[in-house]
């Protein structure tokens, strides 16, 4: 018994001077000392708004020493002038950027593709797609069709060399990247990480930071490794303004603040002094002309518009017999049709997903137009029927004799009020009387003679 005392003894001092030598266990590090990894999310066509949103993305990693900018792409194409920028941006970062095309059911298309291929590190969603960069015009038109076989070359020379830039300068496909300009093709994940156009397959964006750890890119033209791992995830969101500039790019929205616009200053011009209808129309003709900048608006089409709606205003002041209302309603409604501009080679859109839809084009113009001409009627109504205010709204009203009323004057009540009068005939008192003239605040009455033509007495 005292022998097995003295080795289970034995047994626990040799087991504390094995913990005692054992190094403690790392403990986690704090969370300032983790790496940081900016993540930003464009979700819409690529416009100048996007632009800024990367950009300062890259310059908030830059100043507080981000590790990476991770980007989840889902987008149909968009403006090539805002691709070049965001492009430019990436490839001058000191910041390596990971793009993740993402999530299930996205796809990088047109300039999407440009995107993928500028980053450090690209990754797509396994249910993702990227491709189809061919050249096409703000409405998804051909552009030989619609800018000239010189113009349609230039454009896909000048896009597909773009694409084998960067590609190269990444190290990825150039072949596959000129063929999705040339050619519009298009690719799954899997057939393009088996080609070489992005490094990874993976479901999240988390997965795509971790996958990013230990990898050995060029930043800025210097070689660097990647040290992301346990990363903190931190969303930029965007300004309001970045916001705003998303929004109107989509035509549907700018031909609609152009409608809205033209009618809120028609009914100003049609009752003035109103100033609520005046300062809406105003302010959504503001962002219209915004939305110009962003999208390709064709200046014609603007034109037509405000044409139409002066003509539709003219209508209410001008007898023409619904002349100027027809040209009017014509002028909104091919305006509305002509109002992405699909001549604009600079643009690279997916047809489906930028383009005016047929609720915007027919019905939404025909009834800014009806409610115009609505009030047109009603003010041209207005105009030939008598007044009602004032005094000349008292000639024509029908009143009551308090006393006898000769040219020598006397007392009536007239629309709810006591008026001295004066009569060329005397009446007596209690007689209808009707008011047939107004100086000051004297009224000239007559007798009131009833359906049967005789004077009516009380």
């Not at 995107?115 to 990227?130: D, G, R």
């Not at 008192?429 to 007495?457: F, H, K, M």
Request: with cysteine.
């Amino acid at each position: 018994m005292r022998r097995a005392r003295v080795a289970t003894f034995a047994l626990l001092a040799a087991a504390g001077a094995a913990l005692a030598a054992s190094p403690p266990a790392a403990a986690p590090a704090p969370e300032s000392a983790r790496p940081r990894v900016v993540t930003l999310a464009l979700s819409e066509p690529i416009t100048a708004g996007s632009a800024e949103y990367l950009e300062a993305g890259l310059a908030r990693a830059k100043q507080e020493g981000a590790a990476l900018v991770a980007v989840t792409l889902d987008t149909p194409g968009g403006a090539l002038e805002a691709t070049r920028e965001m492009v430019q941006a990436m490839l001058a970062s000191e910041v390596p950027v990971a793009v993740w095309v993402g999530p299930a059911g996205a796809r990088a298309g047109s300039a999407g593709v440009f995107l993928t291929l500028a980053a450090q590190v690209a990754a797509m969603h396994p249910a993702s797609n990227i491709g189809a960069a061919h050249p096409v015009t703000g409405g998804g038109g051909d552009v030989e069709k619609e800018a000239g076989k010189d113009m349609a070359k230039k454009v896909e020379n000048d896009t597909a060399a773009f694409a084998r830039s960067i590609a190269l300068a990444r190290g990825r496909n150039a072949e596959w990247a000129e063929k999705a300009v040339r050619q519009s093709v298009s690719i799954t994940a899997e057939e393009a990480l088996r080609l070489k156009v992005v490094d990874a397959v993976l479901p999240d964006l988390p997965a795509v930071v971790a996958f990013a750890d230990g990898r050995r890119v060029e930043v800025a033209g210097k070689p660097r490794v990647l040290k992301t791992r346990g990363a903190t995830l931190e969303p930029l969101e965007k300004t309001v303004r970045q916001r705003t500039l998303s929004f109107l790019a989509d035509p549907n929205v700018a031909a609609m603040l152009m409608l809205i616009g033209m009618l809120g200053l028609g009914l100003e011009l049609y009752h003035p002094g109103s100033i609520v209808p005046g300062v809406i129309g105003a302010f959504c003709l503001f962002l219209a002309f915004l939305a110009a900048r962003v999208i390709p608006v064709n200046a014609g089409a603007v034109v037509l518009l405000l044409a139409g709606a002066a003509l539709l205003v003219l209508e209410a002041y001008t007898p023409n017999h619904g002349v100027a209302a027809a040209v009017g309603v014509a002028c909104v409604a091919v305006g509305t049709l002509l109002f992405i501009d699909k001549g604009s080679p600079d643009y690279r859109f997916d047809p489906a997903a930028f383009s005016l839809s047929p609720l915007v084009v027919w019905p939404t113009p025909l009834a800014v137009c009806g409610l115009m001409l609505f009030v047109a009627w009603k003010v041209v109504r207005s105009r030939r029927e008598r007044l009602q205010a004032g005094a000349p709204g008292l000639v024509g009203e029908r009143g009551e004799a308090l006393s006898e009323v000769g040219p020598g004057g006397g007392e009536v009540f007239v629309h709810g009020e006591y008026w001295r009068a004066f009569a060329a005939a005397p009446l007596p008192r209690g007689a209808r009387v009707r008011v047939v003239a107004v100086d000051g605040l004297r009224l000239t009455v007559v007798a009131d003679a009833g359906a049967d033509g005789l004077e009516q007495v009380r």
